[in-house]
């Protein structure tokens, strides 16, 4: 025997912005490492391998 049960609207909490800013923080990680290893490997691709203050 199927039992009905009645539509029940779901009311979410308001959520603090610092519960919020914790739930993209692992994507602020990722996207910062993502940025300074780009910011590497251009560095090492255009590099001439003298330095300025060695000349």
């Known amino acids: 025997m199927k039992t009905v049960h ?31 290893g780009g910011a590497m490997l251009y560095g090492l691709l255009t590099a001439s391998g003298v330095s300025a203050w060695m000349n």
Request: proline share 3%.
């Open 6 to 36: 009645p539509e029940v609207a779901v009311h979410h909490k308001n959520r603090h912005l610092l519960e919020r800013f914790e739930g993209y923080t692992d994507y602020l990680v990722v996207g910062m490492i993502v940025i300074l």
